[in-house]
């Protein structure tokens, strides 16, 4: 099965600057690659996402990349304001229909010191 | 190295009966929270527990409730299933709050 790992499990970053959390999968299979952003007390909301046939996508101040040969896409957050805190999960996927198995990274804890 | 294991894997159930999931957190992990996906939505988080205790609470149904053993195992219990209770339930353990999650495979529940 897929194996998502995801690095580092917290980060602080002043704001203003910019941050970058990486994720590995296993599974080339695996052509469906969202980002969420959870805030304390709720569900993870769908920031980006990015399929396997593209290779960067960019909306406003957050960016993904994918890298299909290595098997690794980065989320890129520049001009980090506090209220980016939160805690942010990737996943992969076989595709974003109803039956396809999301396989989520660990979460990394973004805080964003004013 | 250990999972998260959720039972069932799959689950068909009728209009009005009842369902008991089963979450098994990775040893030494004493915090479970519980997520909802259903068919092409975001996750929604339902209910967490740390230490035993109800720690947060999501957007679960009065339906439904929940808690955590002296194990650290959880349980989700759905009473009077409805249609739009099917959906993958995800659960997922960390050791405190806030970051280093696991999730399960998830259990996928089909209420006919």
């Known amino acids: 099965g897929e194996n998502v790992e995801q690095h580092p499990s917290t980060l602080s970053v002043q704001e203003g600057d910019s941050a970058v959390i990486k994720c590995t999968y296993s599974d080339s299979a695996s052509n469906y690659f969202p980002w969420y952003k959870q805030e304390l007390g709720k569900g993870p909301q769908l920031i980006i996402d990015?399929?396997?046939?593209?290779g960067e996508k960019k909306d406003q101040r957050i960016a993904v990349t994918l890298n299909k040969t290595a098997k690794h896409f980065s989320l890129h957050i520049t001009e980090t304001q506090p209220e980016d805190s939160a805690v942010y999960f990737c996943?992969?996927?076989?595709?974003?229909?109803?039956?396809?198995?999301?396989?989520f990274g660990t979460g990394t804890s973004l805080t964003v010191i004013p | 190295a250990a999972g998260v294991i959720q039972s069932p894997r799959h689950l068909i159930k009728e209009k009005r009966e009842t369902a008991t999931l089963k979450c098994y957190p990775i040893?030494?992990?004493?915090?479970v929270y519980w997520y909802q996906q259903g068919p092409g939505q975001d996750p929604q988080f339902l209910i967490s527990?740390?230490?035993?205790?109800?720690?947060d609470k999501g957007s679960i149904p009065d339906r439904f409730s929940a808690q955590q053993f002296s194990d650290y195992h959880s349980e989700l219990n759905m009473s009077s299933l409805e249609l739009g209770d099917s959906a993958l339930y995800f659960c997922?353990?960390?050791?405190?709050?806030?970051?280093?999650?696991?999730f399960g495979s998830g259990t996928r529940l089909t209420v006919v």
């Open positions: 527990f740390y230490e035993k205790m109800q720690s």
């Open positions: 990015i399929r396997s046939n593209v």
């Open positions: 996943a992969a996927s076989e595709g974003a229909s109803t039956g396809n198995q999301f396989y």
């Open positions: 997922a353990s960390s050791i405190g709050q806030g970051h280093g999650y696991t």
């Open positions: 040893p030494r992990h004493d915090t």
